[in-house]
């Protein structure tokens, strides 16, 4: 039978928890909360942080479709089997190096990686091995190291190049050992489920 992303956790079991969901909303509703009290008390202030929210939403809606797209792709040609082989949690230094590869080379925001970084973690990639796609996709693509060595010279580049593989390697051993994919997808309020 096809699965999809709400199908089951990884040891089979539904554990859907009552609230997960509205959990999930949280700090939508928090942030709903806040916008109120600054309209009420400091109504210029609450106009500003609008305007740069609309800007930031745009920026969002712009990059998001293409990666929703590259998502579906995603979901549909690469089985869970390869990622699990390549980059699952017994894929120890060859899938953290695969990952940080794979996190080097994108363009974009870091908000972009998150879409991608879950559909990772849905096809049985290790939490570890996320770390460091997302370790790498913020602070060490391929671009962004052009520009810096354009801007700060080749050996600040290179220095804190150096520091950012070893800093996200150690990030990505402690994540792995500390937080498990299950616990992870059910802080999210995303729990898989059997239909």
Known sequence: MKTTRADHTRNGSPSRKPGANIRAYRPVAIMLLIYVVLWIWWPSLASKSTKAFGLSLKEVMLIMPGISV?????????????????????SGLKGFLIAFVFGTAPTGPLYAAFPVARGLVDKGAGVGTITVFLGAWGAAKIPQLMLEARFMGMPFTIARFVLTVVGVGLMGLIVDYVVKPEEMLTLAGATRQEP
């Open 70 to 90: 590259l998502m579906g792709l995603f979901e549909v040609w690469v089985p869970r089997s390869m990622v699990e082989a390549h980059m699952g949690k017994d």
